[in-house]
């Protein structure tokens, strides 16, 4: 493609956001749709008003129905991923080829001659009424006037590179969007087809389960003996971290010690609003302590009181288990399930894991890349959408 600075100024890279969201919210009614039909499925031979051959067969289809609809959520996911992270390309890339066209029409830094550059659509820039007006000083001597012509035309060719250039960029950054865009749709229609007939199920394609969880790599000095799993009961929300509304995890009673976790003690407020939960105590708090320290290291600006906040995540996502692992939601069918004390998946702390802090199974590594990526997406831990939530008097949502 070629670009001109009309094109790129037309360009409206945030109508990408709204669909980025659209494409989540489709992504997470799939899985609570899917998870509904399942539950009640289930129901029926639980409360025993299905059995035999058919019930069986019923519960068989379910289970290749959400292993096929998993990977249509898992590839929306990807989708949104693609749509969201083109948006910051194209703004930039916008921004710099509108600010290098600024600049050649409105000099700043210049006296005299009082006119801007010409700028053609196509990038070229030329100094025809910068030049008028050293035709028309008739106190300059004519080389005077010459010599400060070639003057303008050597800054308009100056101009003229920062705009190309610009614009080349801006093709480089669209071409690439569209790629990503494309392949992520891609990926959308190759899992749509996998369903097969809407009625038989016929002509579908049945992803391979999710793996279960690897032996423990945590150190044994710094994690303890792993918990039991943490039941995850409620409605998946399929976000990039794993990213579940853990409504069956552990509940947070305020105030005073919790059951299964190092909690005690009264509630911390965190950075701004309502509580969120208890300050951390004991193991826990000596992960969270670590890993902020090495966040400031790295130049985050961490409050002490988002010790709260990490350990408020850390209570809904994995219920303090840094061995835990989601084995049920359509991250799990995909074949990356979200895994740790905050539930990342692989791709998700391999983005954001720092040197030192690369196991996944390991608490403090864990907190480290989880709480990177919730500052990356969120802008900061306090606004992560289940902390909102819960300042708000609402129930902890995944993140």
């Not at 552990?250 to 299964?260: C, E, F, L």
């Not at 049920?328 to 990342?344: F, I, V, Y």
């Amino acid at each position: 493609m070629t670009l001109s600075i009309p094109d790129v100024e037309n360009w409206q890279p945030d109508q990408l956001t709204t669909a980025s969201t659209a494409v989540g919210k489709l992504s997470t009614d799939l899985d609570q749709a899917l998870l509904g039909g399942i539950t009640k499925t289930q129901r029926l031979g639980t409360d025993k008003k299905w059995d035999g051959a058919a019930a069986q067969a019923a519960d068989t289809r379910m289970d290749t129905e959400k292993l096929r609809a998993s990977a249509v959520s898992q590839a929306l996911l990807g989708l949104q991923t693609a749509l969201s992270q083109q948006v910051e390309n194209l703004n930039n890339a916008k921004k710099a080829v509108l600010d290098a066209r600024d600049r050649a029409l409105h000099p700043t830094d210049e006296t005299p001659p009082p006119d801007g550059f010409e700028v053609a659509d196509n990038g070229v820039v030329t100094a025809n009424a910068r030049k008028t007006y050293w035709d028309n000083q008739t106190g300059l001597k004519p080389d005077e006037v010459q010599r400060n012509k070639l003057e303008e035309d050597h800054k308009a060719a100056t101009y003229q590179t920062e705009i190309t250039n610009a614009l080349k960029q801006a093709e480089l950054v669209a071409e690439a969007a569209v790629t990503a865009l494309n392949g992520a749709k891609a990926a959308v229609d190759q899992a749509h087809n996998g369903l097969g007939d809407p009625v038989t199920g016929a002509g579908g394609v049945t992803p391979a389960p999710a793996p279960t969880a690897p032996a423990p790599t945590a150190p044994a000095a710094t994690a303890p003996v792993a918990a039991a799993p943490v039941s995850h009961s409620g409605n998946p929300s399929s976000q990039l971290l794993g990213n579940n509304s853990h409504g069956g995890g552990a509940a947070y009673h305020g105030g005073g010690s919790h059951s299964g976790t190092s909690y005690t003690g009264g509630l911390a407020s965190g950075s701004s609003g309502g509580p969120v939960g208890p300050m951390p105590t004991g193991t826990q708090a000596e992960w969270i302590r670590e890993a902020i320290r090495v966040l400031r290291e790295q130049g985050y600006d961490i409050k002490d009181s988002d010790a709260a906040i990490i350990a408020a995540i850390i209570e809904h996502e994995s219920g303090g288990n840094p061995h835990a692992i989601n084995n049920w939601d359509s991250n799990a069918a995909a074949g990356h399930p979200s895994k740790g004390l905050m539930q990342t998946i692989d791709s998700t702390f391999n983005s954001y894991k720092v040197a030192g802090h690369e196991d996944i199974w390991n608490p403090v590594d864990n907190i480290i890349a989880a709480s990177r990526y919730s500052i990356d997406r969120y802008g900061s831990l306090d606004n992560v959408p289940g902390i909102a939530a819960m300042r708000g008097g609402g129930g902890y949502v995944g993140y």
